[in-house]
């Protein structure tokens, strides 16, 4: 029976690297995959999954009004799909990660989700906290923070690298913009911040 995947962490754990590793281990065993990326995520461009070690690969992209099942079935229709995969996990909305898990019930193809947890607030994302309640397999990948401990959070920084408590949830960014950190340096980044107020 085909699963729901999620596989989450902090920013720069390497989820995009891992999702890309995934596709090419399938592809190499002459079985197709379907990746999908966010339409909003255009940091590589818009359509591509790229990592922060230079791999890159074409991919569908979805917005907040994407039918998941009907974009996946008519991908399977042309081709054979052994895999579904899904970089930044965290943009879907309830009813898309729901659509996700029907393409694995019901259509029977396996789907990978990748994605961040929580944002910079330690807030979850609506696309994980719905992964974390149905998925069927949870993964957590693993980076760390600058004092070596596991990094669970993220801070947002603006462009002087001080910490940011307030903003909207979603704005893209990379390293300029996100570290991840351990729950204790993030609260103590927060903290500073509240201080400095």
Known sequence: MAKLYFSYAAMN???????????????????????????????????????????????????NKTDMTSLIEAEQAKTSLACVMVDEAQFLTDAQAWQLADVADRLGIPVMCYGLRTDFQGNLFPGSARLLAI?????????????????????????????????AQIEIGGNERYVSLCRRHWNEAMAETARRG
Do not use: P, W
């Open 135 to 167: 998925a069927d397999v949870l993964r957590e990948i693993r980076t760390i923070c600058h004092c070596g401990s596991k990094a669970t959070m993220v801070v947002r920084q603006d462009g002087d690298g001080k910490v940011i408590r307030e903003g």
């Open 13 to 63: 754990a390497g989820k995009s690297t891992i999702l890309l590793q995934a596709s090419h281990n399938y592809r190499e065993r002459g079985m197709n995959t379907m990746l999908l990326t966010a339409q909003l995520d255009d940091r590589v461009a818009e359509g591509r999954i790229g990592s922060r070690i230079g791999l890159e690969a074409s991919a569908f992209v979805f917005d």
